[in-house]
């Protein structure tokens, strides 16, 4: 693509909506992976010390509302003994949020479309918020922090490169790492990191984590 034409690609892509943006790359099956439409990160393979760790934070913390922001395709968290916690699961696909409504929905379990970065969000103990920040803007990040701590709810769990030493600005849709200890969020240290302990190609990103907060010592 001549750079003329990249520019004007990259204009279209900023301004697309954030809806039509992650719309588009679920129907278009950009981020399928071998067991997981949410990429390959969401796959089963990758999610095993996640997986463990989840469960253990859960019941140390004794959070009994969990809200999964963005929930993607469930894939990996239908293999976490939630028990009877309340859990509702988010996305900004709605295609998506109906699939899983008609797999996953139960007594203890909900899937609504909401927009992360400005709809009303519920008042939980937790939000868990995993590869997200990852594909959005700065200013759609701190929109989307912003909207977490008016929600009201207690502790952030959210991906981190805590060893990353600079970060960098995209347009929405696309990937880099993020160290939300670094500039423009300057969170402050974690109260515990969950190391996700990639493999395989994903081995590079070494430092890949989840780290805890509580949303009220965040200022932004």
């Not at 995209?170 to 996700?196: C, K």
């Amino acid at each position: 693509m001549r750079p003329f034409k990249k520019l004007i690609q990259r204009l279209k892509d900023k301004n697309k909506s954030i809806a039509r943006v992650f719309n588009d790359i679920y129907h278009s099956r950009r981020w399928t992976g071998s067991d997981s439409i949410s990429g390959t990160g969401s796959g089963l393979a990758q999610t095993v010390a996640l997986r463990r760790e989840l469960s253990a934070l859960l019941k140390r913390l004794n959070i009994k509302s969990l809200l999964d922001a963005p929930c993607g395709d469930f894939h990996w968290m239908k293999e976490v003994d939630l028990g009877t916690r309340c859990y509702t699961g988010i996305d900004i696909v709605s295609d998506l949020i109906v699939e899983n409504q008609k797999k996953y929905n139960n007594e203890y379990r909900k899937f609504i479309s909401f927009d992360i970065s400005r709809d009303p969000l519920p008042q939980v103990d937790m939000i868990l918020c995993r590869d997200c920040f990852v594909h959005l803007s700065f200013k759609n990040i701190i929109a989307t922090i912003k909207n977490f701590k008016r929600s009201g709810s207690k502790h952030l769990l959210t991906t981190t490169f805590h060893k990353w030493t600079k970060n960098a600005d995209i347009v929405t849709g696309g990937w880099r790492p993020i160290n939300l200890q670094l500039r423009p969020f300057s969170f402050p240290d974690p109260i515990q990191i969950i190391d996700e302990q990639c493999s395989g190609a994903e081995r590079q990103y070494w430092d890949k984590s989840l780290g805890l907060w509580k949303l009220e010592d965040i200022q932004i």
